[in-house]
């Protein structure tokens, strides 16, 4: 069920209401209700919310990531504003799954991400558990029609390629999409061997994944990963990319329904981030899984609020225009 934004999510200090180098987000965000019409825009970006968990209640995981958007957004709304002259910023509302329909939550969010592109607004999809992610590519293949290529890059501990057999889950939805669509190829960043079976692995080894483990991330120059990121993104017509909060250490994130303790630091997360979104091919990011009644002291939620602002400083259809 689509509900529109709310302006009461927006708010924070005020250190000047007429010098624009002191605004904050929450100074400059837009209200865009997506049941109405739209205009074609240049250089905006809009958070849409996925208020929505029952993938993780089918996968057998903690609860409570469908708060995420609502306290992700009211973070953003205190963060400072750098984006250049021109840019455009909304709050798209959210998609709220309703008595269990997962299903059809996700072809509605689809419908929504789909409007956003075709408007030229670049979307920023706020999770809701990792089942988020089927929702956006629905809408990112309905934008860019059945020819284009698409490449899914995922930041994630998880291949998230389990069976589905008893219908789709939080770890089914990469599965999903490389069994019905031919077109569509999918690179993961951050595996972690302990969170992943044998038959995880042969699964990614059967559909053609591409994976960087975690250790290998961490242990190695980064620029081996750019390396990867650049020659996959550079095959596609479109990338749509996915965040899974816990590929990122514990530490750092322990609001999430399956932490990490061996996962990334938010430094190196940070920097993959910049390097994805900054490919001309990426068009659409999403970020998943943070479970603000499992945190502490908020910590997960502000760098999941922080991730979506280095998105949004760094995606070059912001910077550039198209």
């Not at 929504?112 to 988020?132: D, F, Q």
């Amino acid at each position: 069920m689509y509900q529109p934004p709310d302006a009461g999510r927006w708010t924070g200090r005020i250190d000047s209401v007429s010098d624009e180098r002191a605004f904050r987000l929450h100074q400059r965000i837009r209200l865009l209700d997506l049941s109405q019409p739209l205009e074609p825009v240049e250089r905006a970006a809009a958070f849409i919310g996925f208020a929505c968990d029952e993938g993780v209640r089918r996968n057998q995981g903690r609860q409570g990531a469908k708060e995420a958007p609502a306290a992700i957004k009211a973070a953003l709304a205190r963060l400072p504003w750098h984006l250049p002259e021109g840019v455009v910023v909304y709050d798209a509302g959210d998609v709220v799954c309703v008595d269990e329909q997962l299903e059809q939550s996700q072809a509605e969010l689809g419908t929504m991400v789909a409007r956003l592109l075709r408007s030229g607004i670049t979307p920023i999809v706020i999770g809701g558990g990792h089942e988020t992610a089927y929702g956006h590519y629905l809408g990112v293949r309905e934008a860019i029609g059945p020819a284009s290529m698409i490449g899914i890059i995922n930041i994630d501990a998880h291949f998230d390629l389990r069976p589905y057999d008893d219908g789709p889950t939080s770890g089914t939805m990469f599965r999903q999409i490389l069994d019905q669509d031919d077109r569509a190829s999918y690179f993961c960043l951050g595996i972690q061997r302990l969170s992943n079976t044998a038959a995880l692995f042969a699964a990614a080894e059967k559909y053609g994944c591409r994976y960087m483990m975690e250790d290998e991330l961490t242990a190695g120059p980064i620029e081996a990963a750019y390396a990867q990121i650049e020659e996959f993104a550079s095959k596609h017509d479109a990338v749509m990319f996915t965040i899974c909060m816990d590929a990122i250490s514990a530490a750092a994130a322990p609001g999430v329904s399956a932490p990490s303790p061996f996962g990334l630091a938010p430094s190196l997360a940070r920097a993959l981030i910049r390097r994805i979104v900054s490919h001309p091919n990426t068009v659409s990011v999403d970020l998943c899984e943070v479970n603000p009644l499992l945190d502490e002291g908020g910590k997960t939620v502000a760098l999941a609020a922080a991730f979506c602002m280095e998105a949004l400083l760094h995606f070059q259809r912001l910077q550039l225009g198209r």
